[in-house]
């Protein structure tokens, strides 16, 4: 069960410590190997992750599904709970912190990926599209809180020894492109400071923000340096903006570049939304991609726990064939 209040309340004051120098280091390294040669990396089971609150009711329910499931990871983003209840784990005092990263680690579970709403907010002097009309954005205040709130989510980071965090591109605007230079420089001012920490930041291609699918991906990126931002690649978000993810939209991305994806339950479960990942997977291997891969269920009909464990029952085959392919043919 979730813990109550009064257990996040320590007897005596601590301070999260962390060895920061070590963190820089290990997270650098692991930044850099999310990219490794073909033979060395493959899609497996180990490789499978999924976002807690869309598998679970309690933080507990999410190891237990990990565990059933044979997982290593999990990506966070709010932690489990009611709807309306729910609180994100990257703005969790620091308490609180402690005792999730626990609970992870007493699981044997690593985090992959922290999916924080940084940047998901319209970008002021812009107008938006989602609005109908289009509506002027007026979000100032939350824009001149993004290096506080940005603190806070590398902060979480720190705690679960993960070293990725997501970052959107702003509601999308009219004339999305003419804005990517001045996204590009308050993203990579914010990167910048991320990477001092020893933690990276993921940008995601999102429909309802300015970056939305791999082509889009394309063109923004090389206006930020690598070496401060990768991408997190969402093949189904892509759908949205009448893109193919494969191979059409695959083909276009910096793959270098990326260091996680996800894959939405309708990819595995609905004939008429379907991804096929099968050769997803092995483009990605041949690509040499070494990061995780996340299951992000998304249905909000009221069947997300019995959907969750359909597609990754359905996700885990497709890896486990994954890998004895690859092993049957190196045999």
Not at 310 to 331: F, Q, T
Request: net charge neutral; aromatic share 10%.
């Amino acid at each position: 069960m979730t813990p109550a209040v009064e257990d996040y309340i320590p007897s005596r004051v601590y301070t999260l410590k962390v060895n920061r120098r070590a963190f820089v280091a290990s997270a650098a390294t692991w930044a850099g190997a999310s990219l490794l040669p073909a033979a060395r990396s493959r899609i497996g089971r180990g490789r499978i992750s999924a976002i807690s609150d869309e598998i679970a009711m309690s933080p507990e329910e999410s190891v237990a599904f990990a565990h059933h499931f044979g997982l290593s990871w999990l990506e966070l983003r709010d932690v489990p709970g009611l709807p309306g209840e729910q609180k994100p784990y990257f703005f969790l005092p620091e308490a609180e912190l402690r005792w999730h990263a626990k609970l992870f680690r007493d699981g044997g579970l690593k985090i992959s990926f922290i999916n924080t709403n940084l940047l998901k907010k319209g970008l002021p002097g812009t107008t938006l599209l989602s609005k109908k009309p289009p509506t002027p954005a007026v979000s100032q205040e939350e824009y001149d809180q993004r290096f506080a709130n940005l603190a806070k989510c590398i902060q979480s980071a720190h705690a679960f020894e993960c070293p990725y965090l997501r970052v959107f591109s702003f509601l999308r605007a009219e004339h999305p492109e003419a804005l990517y230079d001045r996204i590009a420089n308050i993203i990579g001012e914010m990167a910048h400071k991320a990477q001092a920490e020893g933690v990276t930041l993921l940008i995601e291609n999102e429909p309802a923000c300015n970056v939305g699918n791999s082509a889009e991906l394309a063109a923004f990126l090389p206006k930020v340096p690598e070496k401060l931002l990768g991408f997190n690649w969402d093949a189904a978000n892509a759908l949205h903006t009448h893109e193919t993810p494969f191979p059409d939209g695959y083909r276009l991305l910096p793959r270098n570049r990326m260091r996680n994806a996800q894959i939405k339950g309708h990819d595995i479960l609905d004939p008429d939304q379907r991804v096929d990942w099968a050769p997803i997977f092995a483009a990605m291997d041949e690509d040499g991609f070494a990061g995780q891969i996340g299951l992000e269920t998304h249905y909000f009909d009221g069947t997300k726990l019995e959907r969750s464990h359909s597609a990754m029952d359905k996700i885990v085959k497709l890896a486990d064939a994954n890998a004895r392919g690859h092993a049957a043919a190196a045999s």
